[in-house]
Structures are given as C-alpha cells and as structure tokens.
C-alpha cells in the first residue's frame, strides 16, 4: 500500500503563486510516474502535470505550460508542483498520484492523495 498527502493548497488572486507539495510513503518504489490532476466542479479530472522518476522527463497540459513546474526532492519522497500566474479558471481540487507508466490518463495511476483545494480570485 501507498500514502500520498498533499499540501499547500489556498485562496490566492489571479496573478500569484502557490507551491502544492505531496508526501509520498510505503510502496512507491515501482512507480515511474508521478503526476499532478485536477478537478474543478462539474468538471472531470484532468491531467495537470507529470514527472518521471527515471528519466526526470516532464510533460505539462497546454493550459499550464510556461505556469506550472513539477519537481521531485527523493531525500523527502515529496513531489512539488509550482504554480506560478494563476488565474481563475486554475480554481479546483489538486491532486498527486503514483502510477507504473508515464500516462495524462487518471486510470493508469495506481495512487492518490485526497487533494488539496485551490481557489483564485479575480
């Protein structure tokens, strides 16, 4: 089993910057890929960011690129996710996950912490 713990979510105004940090512990010595998702209300999950342990590649949803930064710090088994010039529509529930495969698809993930809430205002 595999205990993810997010942190760092907030209110903030559009144009600032939050850092979500996720505590990884137990079985995620197999999983290569480490992700951020997100869901907003009424809205599905989607694919925010995600890092691969092996390789240290990136990949970034279009509608975070150039914004948003993951990184990884293995002394703390914690994953980061920068977030930088927010704006409202970044507004929603974060989460990070574990997975076997570098995937943007939320099935492939065997882990998840129960998310941290981001909320920016206008």
């Known amino acids: 089993q595999a205990e993810l713990v997010e942190s760092g979510g907030g209110l903030v105004q559009a144009g600032g910057s939050l850092r979500l940090s996720c505590t990884t512990s137990?079985?995620?010595?197999?999983?290569?890929?480490m992700a951020w998702f997100r869901q907003a209300p009424g809205k599905e999950r989607e694919f925010v960011a995600l890092?691969?342990?092996?390789?240290?590649?990136?990949r970034y949803a279009d509608s975070v690129k150039g914004r948003f930064t993951i990184s990884k710090d293995n002394a703390k088994n914690t994953i980061y996710l920068q977030m930088n010039n927010l704006e409202p529509e970044d507004t929603a529930l974060y989460y990070c996950?574990?997975?076997?495969?570098?995937?943007?698809?939320?099935?492939?993930?065997?882990?998840w912490g129960q998310g941290t809430q981001v909320t920016v205002s206008s």
């Open positions: 996950a574990v997975g076997p495969v570098l995937s943007v698809s939320s099935s492939l993930y065997s882990y």
């Open positions: 137990g079985r995620t010595a197999s999983s290569n890929a």
């Open positions: 890092f691969s342990r092996s390789s240290d590649r990136t």
